[in-house]
């Protein structure tokens, strides 16, 4: 069984920085696709960053030149750097990996409030 545990998460000022890590219990090139989803209460869940496997990445439109998606292999640990944070980044961040068997997995969630 694959444990992903988030951490990371808190409360900042907008324009300001987090940097959220899931740390998973085998290599995290093991897995056919990683990332990072957030959730908002009332609304459905959203894809923030995917890192693939060969090294491929992708971000959704909102975060692209604010947050980078990367993984340290030696740790077995993704990492979502979140800079110019604004309110609208408010949620619960949850990373999780897909098996090339096609399993999904997922963390538990970490809550990134930005707030004045």
């Known amino acids: 069984q694959v444990q992903l545990v988030e951490s990371g998460g808190g409360l900042v000022q907008p324009g300001g920085s987090l940097r959220l890590s899931c740390a998973a219990s085998?290599?995290?090139?093991?897995?056919?696709?990683t990332g990072w989803y957030r959730q908002v209460p009332g609304k459905q869940r959203e894809f923030v960053a995917t890192?693939?496997?060969?090294?491929?990445?992708s971000y959704v439109d909102s975060v692209k030149g604010r947050f980078t998606i990367s993984r340290d292999n030696a740790k077995n640990t993704m990492y979502l750097q979140m800079n110019s944070l604004k309110p609208e980044d408010t949620a619960v961040y949850s990373c999780f990996a897909k098996g090339h068997s096609g399993s999904d997995f997922w963390g538990q969630g970490t809550q990134v409030t930005v707030s004045s």
């Open positions: 890192i693939t496997s060969s090294g491929s990445i």
């Open positions: 085998r290599s995290i090139f093991s897995f056919y696709v």
